[in-house]
Structures are given as structure tokens and as C-alpha cells.
């Protein structure tokens, strides 16, 4: 008995499992080489000035399988399902890294484009701001989404990290749909050019877990 308890015992820690499916995922011209993506990995993109990191985290799951002793197949199953509330409205997540200092950020001239219809963010909050390697700064986060009318974010010092959630009153686009972010009148570094257009496409994710 002893024997088949402890089989029992090394088979499932010798389980997992692997999930698959496709994520929007942004870039700037030219499109790089992308073929494959972990889930969760942060995106950075190089603009004039600043890096930026752009997520819809609007993931769909297309497939899962589960594997013994991590050879082994036990289970299949090929379905398509988001993995967000289906009745939530778009939100992005934009964190901006300034590479000079004294930039600024006015969420309400953002635009974000699906399938060629234009959407104002509906709400912002300013999630943290930290610098690389030390603890967030103490109040330097919005409790509340606030409106975006009128506000105008300071970006004050080089390779901070600031970081936002913009809310959109339209359902959160699949990563099939026609998606496109204009930041070149919302974040302003000062002696650079502005942002160029965001795109975005849909690419395949994995996952493995144990």
C-alpha cells in the first residue's frame, strides 16, 4: 500500500501542463521577427525619448494539454475562450520610462483605434511610479480612476518608471481586430520628435505550468 501511495505521490508531482493561445501585441515600425511569446513577459518599446510598455493582456485561449511525468499525454483540450470578463471594457496598461527627464503625459489626447473607430480614454489612474531597483514612491499614485480632462502628468526624472491604467468606453478588442495606439500628442519629451504610432498584432503565447 505504502508503495502505490508513494507511485501515487511521484506521478503527480511529475504533472503539468501547457496552455497556447494569441495575445495583441504591440510594436512600432519596422514589425519585428516575433513568433512565439511567453505569457506575462513585458513588451518595451524604443520611441524618440522614452521606452514605453503598452498590454491589453486581451489573451484568448485556443488549447491545453496536460502531461505525466512531463512525457506522457493525459489530456487535450482545444477551446477558445478569453481569459478576461467578457463584459469588460478595454483597458491598457502604458508605463512610460523617460530617457532624458522633463517629459509629460496628458492621458486625455490619447487615441486608441480598433477596427477604425477612435476611442478617448473614459478614465486614468496613475497606478506607481518607482525607479528601477528601490520600492514605489509613497503617494505618488492616484487612489481613484480620475477623469482625464485636464490632466497633465509630470515625467520629471530620467528612467523613472510611471506607470497608468487608461480605461476606454468600448469592449476589449480580440487580437484579431485592427488595433492602433496615437500617443504623439499625449507624452511629450521635450527636443524629440513625436511618438510614432503604435500597432499592434495578434501573436501565438504559451504557458507551462506545474
Not at 499525454?73 to 478595454?90: E, F, R, S, T, W
Not at 487608461?166 to 484579431?176: G, H, I, T, V
Amino acid at each position: 500500500m505504502s508503495r502505490l501511495l508513494l507511485l501515487f505521490c511521484v506521478l503527480l508531482a511529475g504533472c503539468a501542463g501547457y496552455r497556447y493561445g494569441e495575445v495583441s501585441h504591440a510594436y512600432v515600425e519596422p514589425a519585428p521577427a516575433v513568433a512565439t511569446v511567453v505569457r506575462g513577459r513585458q513588451n518595451w518599446l524604443e520611441v524618440p525619448g522614452a521606452r514605453v510598455r503598452v498590454e491589453l493582456s486581451n489573451e484568448v485561449q485556443h488549447s491545453e494539454h496536460q502531461v505525466m511525468l512531463f512525457i506522457v499525454p493525459v489530456m487535450y483540450d482545444p477551446i477558445d475562450k478569453p481569459l478576461y470578463q467578457a463584459g469588460q471594457g478595454a483597458r491598457l496598461l502604458l508605463e512610460i520610462s523617460p530617457l532624458a527627464g522633463a517629459a509629460s503625459f496628458r492621458p486625455e489626447q490619447v487615441a486608441l483605434s480598433i477596427d477604425g473607430h477612435e476611442h478617448r480614454p473614459a478614465g486614468v489612474q496613475q497606478q506607481v511610479v518607482f525607479d528601477p531597483g528601490r520600492y514605489p514612491l509613497e503617494g505618488a499614485r492616484d487612489a481613484e480612476e480620475r477623469a482625464p480632462g485636464g490632466l497633465d502628468y509630470a515625467l520629471q526624472r530620467a528612467e523613472r518608471h510611471y506607470q497608468f491604467w487608461l480605461r476606454f468606453d468600448a469592449p476589449m478588442p480580440a487580437p484579431s481586430q485592427d488595433i492602433r495606439l496615437d500617443l504623439s500628442r499625449a507624452l511629450r519629451v521635450p527636443g524629440q520628435p513625436p511618438v510614432p504610432l503604435i500597432r499592434f498584432r495578434p501573436v501565438p503565447w504559451k504557458q507551462g505550468y506545474t
